[in-house]
């Protein structure tokens, strides 16, 4: 194993959670591999970790989360959620990727509550808190949407 930074996988490998991991369309994943490196050094807080989405899977609800990221999250992730929305050009690190983000087991419902809700501030990155833009119930609704990326 290698002696380099990040890990016995050594220098940007699993291991390390680097900013250079290549992610679904092999692009840097910026944002996704630092709030991933977050979850696994310290945890989801307490507040969000046992969170469940209470609401259905339904054509209702999806279609409602699905106006709530063209309105909110289309520009920064664009309208696949691959991070390359037209004001994503030149953030750095880059807006995470969605849909490949999506395919992660840590992304679950208390992960995606909390992300959305605080944003990325505490990582480094750009993204707003949404806890007092949008509702709780929106926000869930965004969140049935994201499942269908």
């Known amino acids: 194993m290698s002696g380099a930074p990040g890990g016995m996988m050594g220098g940007y490998g ?12 092999g692009g840097m994943m910026g944002g996704s ?11 989801i807080p307490a507040v969000y970790a046992r969170l469940r989405n209470p609401l259905p899977s339904s054509t209702a609800v999806i279609a409602a989360g699905n106006a709530l990221y063209r309105a ?5 992730h664009g309208d696949l959620g691959d991070g390359d929305g037209p004001a994503a050009a ?3 690190p880059p807006p995470a990727n969605l849909r490949w983000s999506m395919r992660r087991p840590v992304v679950g419902d208390a ?15 750009a993204m707003p808190a949404f806890k007092d833009a949008l509702t709780e119930t929106e926000r869930w609704k965004l969140i049935r949407f994201l499942r269908t990326l």
């Open 72 to 76: 909110n999250c289309a520009a920064c």
């Open 111 to 125: 992960y995606l509550m909390w992300t959305i809700s605080e944003g990325g501030g505490q990582i480094g990155t």
């Open 90 to 92: 030149g953030m750095s």
């Open 33 to 43: 591999m630092l709030r991933h490196r977050q979850v696994m050094t310290d945890g």
């Open 14 to 25: 699993m291991g390390g959670y680097g900013y250079r991991m290549r992610g679904y369309r």
